[in-house]
Each structure stands twice: as structure tokens, then as C-alpha cells.
């Protein structure tokens, strides 16, 4: 399989829940962190998508948009591939294994080899320089669409419940333990639940970019979670074999 290929993310109706701490309105406007280095180009983008409803924040560079994106912890980043110090590429690849935000590159570069080591590289989509604003609008709604909250906690997947505060996993009334591992593909699964997810994507979100061991670890680690999980580990009614893609979680 290629890389990059099995990134599927869940449909809209995974993501209906509110936040459990939105009480006011406010806080459902989705924050944006723009990460671009030409200024007219960002001033431009902030006003655009301040007057579409979205909270903006900004950064002119790599290490400045990491900086931010930590300590703000937007919905979804617009980020620059070319950029001064840490590049959009880098910058992606470490926002991907820190958050669930949604990212749209920006590339002044059209093509198939963008376009895959983009999205290897964690991105959600791109757009290619010079784009229209309305057309990065309905790309950014489209990825938040399909970007689970992050702030969900209780994730259920038919008997299955896993409370993500208290890290515990339940099998109808009773609960299992699951190793740290475990715990966290079962996490990745259940956030997408009903996409397929390739073994690449899965190694990325669960052991990190740096791993180095085979992507047959997922497999093991899908035996052992099955185990605990199924009735019949066998003919699995949860977690599910696409052939040939990955695994899906219903
Ligand atoms: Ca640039």
C-alpha cells in the first residue's frame, strides 16, 4: 500500500457531540492558526476567515506557529510548506503527532508528489498557491468536518466504551485493562470509528513518527486488543480487517 493512503477520517455525524465544556456560544466559533510568512498574504487570510466566523490566530514562522499552536491548541492550522526555520513539512509532521487538529498545507507547488508527501506527512488536504479564498474556505469546513473533536472523552463503539479521562475500557458493564499501547490504538480506532485506517497511519498515531519496528506491530497489537474485546477473537464484530487497507473500528 502506499503511504498515506488510508487516512480516512470519520463522517460528519461522529462529530455532532459539543464539547462538554461549551457552554457558551463563543467557544464554538473554530479557532484557525494561520502559519504563513508573506504578511499581505496573512493579513488577507485573517480578515477573510475572520469575517467567515472563525477565531484567528496567526504566526509568521515555523518555530513561532509551534509555539502557538501548543499554547493555543487551535482546531485547524493553515500552514505555509515554505517557511523560514522549521519548515511547514517538519512543523506538520510535529502538530500531527502532538494534536488531532486538522491541517491544510499550502504549497506553491501543484502534483502528485506534493500531494502524497503532504499528506504522509500528516496533513489533511492542501491547496495549491494561488488558490481563491472562497476555495480555502469550503476546504477548511470540510476538514473540520471531518476532524473528531478533540476534547471528546467518552468514545462507545457498539458494547464498547472507553472513557478517555479515567483511561478505563469497559465490554458492556465490565471493565478491561489494556495496556498502554492497547489503550491508545483502540483510542485512534474509536475517534475514526467506521473509517479505515491504514497499518502507516496507525503506527504514526499510536508509537510515533520515529518508529522504527515493522508495521506488522500494529497487527500484534490488533490480536491482543481482539482478545479482549470480541466475543469470538476469530470472527471479530468490532474491529474489523479491511484487506489489503487496514482496520476499522464499528
Ligand atoms: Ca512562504
Request: glycine residues 8%; proline residues 4%.
Amino acid at each position: 500500500m502506499r503511504p498515506g493512503q488510508g487516512c480516512h477520517r470519520a463522517p460528519a455525524a461522529h462529530t455532532a457531540a459539543r464539547r462538554p465544556e461549551d457552554g457558551n456560544a463563543t467557544l464554538d466559533m473554530p479557532k484557525v492558526l494561520i502559519v504563513e510568512d508573506e504578511t499581505i498574504l496573512l493579513d488577507l487570510l485573517a480578515k477573510h476567515l475572520e469575517s467567515e466566523g472563525y477565531s484567528v490566530i496567526t504566526a509568521t514562522s515555523g518555530d513561532e506557529g509551534l509555539e502557538v499552536a501548543r499554547r493555543e491548541q487551535p482546531d485547524i492550522c493553515v500552514l505555509d510548506v515554505m517557511l523560514p526555520g522549521l519548515d511547514g513539512l517538519s512543523l506538520c509532521r510535529i502538530l500531527r503527532r502532538e494534536s488531532d487538529m486538522a491541517i491544510i498545507l499550502l504549497t506553491a507547488r501543484a502534483g502528485e508528489i506534493d500531494r502524497v508527501i503532504g499528506l504522509d506527512n500528516g496533513a489533511d488536504d492542501y491547496v495549491v498557491k494561488p488558490f481563491s479564498l472562497p476555495e480555502l474556505t469550503a476546504r477548511i469546513r470540510a476538514a473540520l468536518r471531518r476532524t473528531p473533536k478533540r476534547m471528546e472523552s467518552q468514545l462507545h463503539a457498539g458494547d464498547v466504551h472507553l472513557d478517555m479521562v479515567s483511561r478505563r475500557v469497559y465490554l458492556g458493564d465490565k471493565e478491561i485493562k489494556l495496556s498502554h499501547k492497547e489503550f491508545e490504538l483502540l483510542a485512534t480506532l474509536m475517534r475514526n470509528k467506521g473509517a479505515v485506517l491504514s497499518r502507516e497511519f496507525l503506527i504514526t498515531q499510536v508509537w510515533g513518527y520515529d518508529f522504527e519496528g515493522d508495521v506488522r506491530t500494529v497487527d500484534v497489537h490488533v490480536r491482543w486488543l481482539r482478545e479482549k474485546i470480541e466475543k469470538d477473537p476469530s470472527r471479530p464484530e468490532h474491529l474489523q480487517t479491511v484487506r489489503g487497507v487496514g482496520y476499522r473500528i464499528d
